[in-house]
């Protein structure tokens, strides 16, 4: 298994930037990609970013050249770094795990991490 710690939420004004850390424990050799989703209220969570290991990075078009995603392998931590903040990204941010085992995938989720844009 998997477990995944997330922090670097908050309240930012619109044009500004925030960074989101996930730090990633246990069976963390098997994982084959990390990630960044997430949910607003009433609307299904959504992809915002993913790093495979050894991969390209992907992003969601509403963050295109606003966010990046990074990782640290030697401190098994994903970073979302996410500049000119609008008020539309405001979520609960959670970060996501893939792992592999046996010819199957498996999806494990950190707790969630508010981000609030507004004036």
């Known amino acids: 298994q998997v477990r995944l710690v997330e922090s670097g939420g908050g309240l930012v ?3 500004g930037s925030l960074r989101l850390s996930c ?3 246990g069976r963390i050799f098997s994982i084959t990609a990390l990630g960044w989703y997430r949910q607003a209220p ?3 969570r959504e992809l915002v970013a993913t790093i495979p ?3 390209t990075t ?6 295109k050249g606003r966010f990046t995603i990074s990782r640290d392998n030697a401190k098994n931590t994903v970073y ?5 903040l ?14 592999q085992s046996r010819g199957n995938d498996y999806a494990y ?3 969630g991490t508010q981000v609030t844009v507004s004036s």
């Open 13 to 15: 004004q619109p044009g």
């Open 86 to 99: 609008k008020p539309e990204d405001t979520a609960v941010y959670y970060c996501n795990a893939v792992t």
């Open 80 to 84: 979302l770094q996410m500049n000119s």
């Open 53 to 55: 290991t050894g991969g």
């Open 58 to 63: 992907n992003y969601a078009d509403s963050v």
């Open 42 to 44: 009433g609307r299904q």
């Open 23 to 25: 730090a990633a424990y």
């Open 109 to 111: 989720w950190g707790q």
